[in-house]
């Protein structure tokens, strides 16, 4: 198989090798695609609750229950910053 990186992409490989993170370039795109295989799993796995909290939102705004997009924004941005405060660290590149 061949594959064609664009020169960005090949520089954030490369960084990802040089920093010691990996051996060399093949483990960075396992690596990656593991990540993405994982995302994707979560996704399929949490669709009904996905689609049910949407159908609801969607019920809501029927209802006029609606927020301001500001005040959504700032939910959002609350939930974003605890998020990120539980998460586990990140992995060294």
């Known amino acids: 198989m061949t594959i064609r990186l664009t020169p960005e992409d090949e520089k954030l490989i490369q960084q990802r090798v040089q920093r010691g993170a990996f051996a060399n370039a093949e483990e960075v795109i396992h690596d990656a695609l593991a990540a993405q295989a994982a995302e994707i799993e979560t996704l399929v796995e949490n669709k009904e609750m996905i689609n049910a909290k949407i159908a609801h939102a969607i019920e809501q705004l029927d209802s006029g229950e609606g927020i301001s997009g ?24």
Do not use: G, S
């Open 70 to 93: 500001e005040i959504a924004r700032e939910h959002l941005q609350a939930r974003k910053a605890k998020w990120l405060n539980e998460k586990p660290p990140k992995r060294p590149e």
